[in-house]
């Protein structure tokens, strides 16, 4: 489809294990985001990358969380030694803002979400 | 920091009704206001956004919302819901420029239940 797409959908596992969500955004969609949903809260940035540039990464929450974009295109998000807070909704979204204005009026479109449940 | 602030958790009208949902963003200088929406099962899909101009910004599904600066507000609004706009309504803002200018933040959400 012409969506975000994230992978996979649900992921349960024991704590202390690592975890890669992927998410493959819009083509053609330069920014791209991770946000984090847990329950009661609202959504909360975590990274986001703009074409080759340097990563945002003031949003993760510890240094157990990593991502990556290879290619500009498809990002994997990485916890490691997960921990049972780290359950949540975590959305990706793609957006084709660009670099060429410090500001740019374009939304962004989010996927479905992986669902992480750390038992 | 900046923050979003939505004011009910939880609302439950029945069909017809008026609805109003509250926002209010704690970001002094020019911000960008957005209302997502997220249907039972599906994923967020974008309402309405205000970037500049006309303060009331029509929106898909007969939704609308003003922004009045004065206030720090962007309250979403409909004249009459049906059953199909049950779903959870989030309201974000994201800064016009400077450090952070992209990544957008979120209100909780407010539930909305329209009872046939």
């Known amino acids: 489809g012409a969506g975000v797409s994230q992978s996979p959908s649900n992921k349960v596992t024991e704590k202390g294990k690592d975890v890669e969500l992927r998410c493959d955004p819009i083509?053609?969609?330069?920014?791209l985001y991770w946000y984090r949903q847990s329950l009661g809260q609202g959504l909360e940035f975590l990274i986001y990358f703009q074409g080759n540039s340097a990563p945002d990464k003031s949003g993760l929450p510890s240094d157990r969380f990593s991502a990556e974009r290879t290619g500009g295109s498809v990002s994997t998000l990485t916890i490691q030694r997960t921990q049972q807070e780290d359950s949540a909704v975590y959305l990706c979204?793609?957006?084709?803002?660009?670099?060429?204005?410090?500001?740019?009026?374009?939304?962004?479109?989010f996927g479905d979400g992986t669902r992480l449940s750390i038992l | 920091a900046q923050s979003v602030s939505q004011h009910n958790h939880h609302v439950i009208l029945s069909e017809a009704a008026s609805l109003e949902l509250g926002c209010n963003y704690s970001?002094?200088?020019?911000?960008?206001l957005f209302w997502y929406v997220q249907y039972p099962g599906q994923h967020l899909q974008l309402l309405l956004k205000y970037f500049s101009g006309d303060p009331l910004v029509k929106g898909i599904k007969g939704f609308e919302a003003e922004f009045i600066k004065s206030k720090f507000s962007f309250n979403l609004r409909k004249p009459s819901v049906q059953w199909s706009d049950t779903a959870e309504y989030f309201c974000a803002a994201r800064p016009y420029s400077g450090a952070g200018s992209y990544q957008l933040t979120f209100g909780k959400g407010t539930k909305l239940s329209v009872i046939p």
């Open positions: 979204a793609s957006s084709s803002e660009s670099t060429l204005a410090v500001y740019s009026n374009q939304p962004q479109h």
């Open positions: 083509s053609g969609h330069t920014a």
């Open positions: 970001y002094g200088g020019t911000v960008n």
